[in-house]
């Protein structure tokens, strides 16, 4: 069985509204285990080619070429 959630999505909706408001960018949203919200502003970070540094993004396109080509 599922525990409840302990944030909403219009928590943290509500939250980035605010910092945009401020006029400030987001860099990335982080929820804790306990529920907090924290909007860390700034730039989105990019990798070393102006993609996204997720190493997953190099993965998962990598299997999808794979099974294209199948």
Excluded: Q
Aim: charged letters at 30%; a positive charge.
């Amino acid at each position: 069985m599922r525990r409840p959630s302990i944030f909403k999505k219009t928590d943290v909706t509500r939250a980035t509204r605010a910092v945009l408001a401020a006029g400030l960018e987001i860099a990335r949203v982080e929820v804790g285990k306990d529920g907090s919200i924290v909007v860390v502003p700034g730039k989105p970070s990019e990798g070393s080619h102006g993609e996204a540094s997720n190493p997953w993004d190099e993965v998962l396109t990598y299997a999808a070429d794979e099974k294209r080509t199948a």
